[in-house]
């Protein structure tokens, strides 16, 4: 069955700690995404990757730091840089940019 | 830049009573445009794409949208709602201007009984 997982569902950290989210995917696609989802902010694009060791900053990248090694991984990594890390985190892929995006179900992130 | 307009962040709508949920974007261009359907706690769900061809897509779940170029709009529409299809409704667009799909702020639909 193909799609996109994300780990874990729930994840709880202190301040001040880095935190690495998971996504993988075995739809083949070239391209991935992250995206953060704030209650009445609709979805912000953090990075994206159109391929294999290759990546992009998105519209709020700072804070955050990718990796793209394998085609079917793209971990986000939420630094101790980020000012306010608390959220709904979604990871995507697309066979090519600009078409359709897969979502996997997301890992909501509390930092306290 | 282009840009996603959802023009009612929440709708709320009677059971069995048709709705039409509302998009607008401004490229001038060639676009994609996409509905994305997000229940509580959960991933977003494709329910239905235009990429070329008839202007009139159809979607799962009951839904479809049309592409009216001239208006710039996408707007999703069933013709009879039912208590699971609360949710959030995303609109997207891409064009050959950018590389990404840039979303709207969503609507939540809720169904009334």
């Known amino acids: 069955d193909g799609g996109i997982t994300q780990s874990p569902k729930y994840l709880f950290r202190k301040e001040g700690q880095n935190v690495t989210l998971s996504c993988e995917q075995n739809l083949n696609h070239d391209a991935m995404y992250w995206y953060r989802q704030d209650p009445g902010q609709g979805l912000r694009l953090i990075y994206y990757?159109?391929?294999?060791?290759?990546?992009q900053k998105g519209d709020i990248a700072e804070g955050y730091s990718v990796s793209r090694e394998k085609k079917e991984s793209f971990p986000l990594t939420v630094t101790s840089a980020q000012k306010n890390p608390t959220a709904f985190y979604l990871c995507?892929?697309?066979?090519?940019?600009?078409?359709?995006?897969?979502f996997g179900p997301g890992t909501r992130l509390t930092v306290t | 830049a282009q840009s996603v307009t959802q023009l009612d962040s929440q709708v709320p709508v009677f059971e069995e009573a048709p709705v039409e949920l509302r998009c607008n974007y401004s490229?001038?261009?060639?676009?994609?445009l996409f509905w994305y359907v997000q229940y509580p706690n959960q991933g977003l769900q494709l329910l239905l794409k235009?990429?070329?061809?008839?202007?009139l897509v159809k979607g799962i779940n009951g839904f479809e949208a049309e592409f009216n170029k001239s208006q710039t709009s996408f707007h999703l529409r069933k013709p009879s709602v039912h208590i699971s299809d609360t949710a959030e409704y995303f609109c997207?667009?891409?064009?050959?201007?950018?590389?990404?799909?840039?979303f709207g702020k969503g609507t939540r639909l809720h169904i009334l009984p």
């Open positions: 997207a667009v891409s064009d050959d201007r950018d590389d990404k799909i840039i």
């Open positions: 990757s159109q391929i294999v060791n290759d990546f």
């Open positions: 995507a892929s697309s066979a090519k940019l600009k078409l359709e995006q897969y």
């Open positions: 490229s001038s261009v060639s676009v994609y």
């Open positions: 235009y990429l070329s061809g008839s202007t």
